[in-house]
């Protein structure tokens, strides 16, 4: 569904700001409380924290993170579930969004309230309440959607990308590559799965997988070292094989490097016992694939069989 | 300064988003503290809080809220400024912003250095920390930055629109009109003034006049009634009566009308004693002018000397 119109009528220049504004909260629906507490007042008022704050930002952009291809619902939903990703990644609780858009004056209305339902639907999944926002004009085909997300910690401990040590081990859910093909708009951000690893000890580190494995486990290496991940353990998806055989290159390249995964990648600690991990994972989330990639090494130390990941690119943005 | 080149060097995508993220890094300096509570990470984490929260989002957009003619420092100070007025009008005191930019691949880096420039002085001036934020690619032309501020309360009220009743008299600070002159490059957000008010028990509901004072005392106007306001009490301002020479209009239409003044506007309860009210305004802000512009009245009674705002047009988004 293409978001732009050439029927005035049908456009949200048509309908003008207030009346826009007037259909996103039905459209929201319950998923926004009323003001003071939701959209409707210079700003939205939230209750005291007692715990630690996260906040984190991603924006859904026309022609960059979806096009006339993706449904409407489905882009309001993904604008949702990149930022909980961020949080699972963190091992918080997402409580509350701010959404800011900016719309050509000819995008359609039926779009946007596509758009809205589909983020809504995914706010209610995730017991996320949307309360506050700002519609700004954009120029002709410019389409985009600015969520900012609040959570919490959901225990002592928020994990970040720092921690982890040489000789630790690394670890991702599920499975990757392929998100060219459909994956990144039924993202399932792994919300149950940060707080579970966020409350395990034996967890140093974690992010999740947004810019391909390869990119994402930059951040992630101490210092000295480099990391030693093997073919065989890299959890290759359906999807990355499919879009191997379209592209011509290998399905393990697009499973390191395609991104938009939004798995949780981790290091556990060298000295943890891995079988109670693993075993104790098993229990919990039976039916999510875990992966040991390998580990943390000296870069002398690095086996002749590891990946050289240097012959791989993740996603790097303006490029 | 125009924020694109055509020489691909000068470019951010010659850059690459890595540095581009290393360069604002240091760009924001000491505005920004580092991971885990700052840029870094996949969430900022923020101290628990005490107070009711408060949060904004407000964005500045090439073409709509800037051009080629406003430095790309003012364009950052704007950003932050626009938030800051509505941390102002419900009495609240900033205290975090994430930024998530939106970059056409030509934008030069010259621009952005001089963007984030102007962010961090703004953001130093008032005590806020840039604690993290999202680049993202845009299509060609396109330049958007998408702020969202958190705040809390600066005692333990937070006022908002509603709880103005009949009777009630409505006031203004500063003076109005003329924006596009420049002014809402110069915005001072009523950050102390906002947080007296709130502290003053007759003041019952409070917004800041970005929309222009017609639209904007809309949803400050109790049910069932309609500001009776005069034409010799509002305080129309010099950019407002140049801009007059220019358009032809009114100096008092450009005062009602022209938005982005980010005054607050607020409803003094009808039984408050002016006097005293007006004597501590002037003794805490001898510099700013208060002016009294009428009150809420009955429809039928409304004076006949009182402006038919009808008559005028504040500023609608997306028209």
Redesign the interface.
Known sequence: MTPFTSRRHHS??A????R?IAAIRRWLGDSTPV??FGI????????????????????V?????FDDEVPARSVGAKLLKRNLS??A??G?IPR?A???M??A?DTSVAWVRMFYLGLAAAARRTNVKI?????????D??L?A?L?L??ESSGPR?V???GAQRGDWIYVTGRLGGSLLGKHYRISPRLAEGAWLARRREVRAM??VSDGLVKDLI?LTPAGTVPAVFAKTVPISGAAKRRARITGRSPLSHALCDGEDFELLFAVSSSANLTTFERAWQRTFPRLRLSRLGYFARRQDLPATALRLGDYHGY????
């Open positions: 949200v220049a309908l003008g700001e207030m826009l003001a003071p409707g007042d210079d700003c939205a008022v939230l209750a005291p924290a007692k715990r630690h704050q996260l906040v984190t930002t991603d924006p952009i026309y022609g960059q993170h961020d949080i990644a963190m918080g509350t701010v959404v800011s900016a719309l004056p309360v506050g926002g700002d519609i700004a004009q954009a120029p085909g410019f985009g600015f900012t609040h959570g928020v970040t990308r720092r992010l999740d951040p790097e943005h303006l490029r």
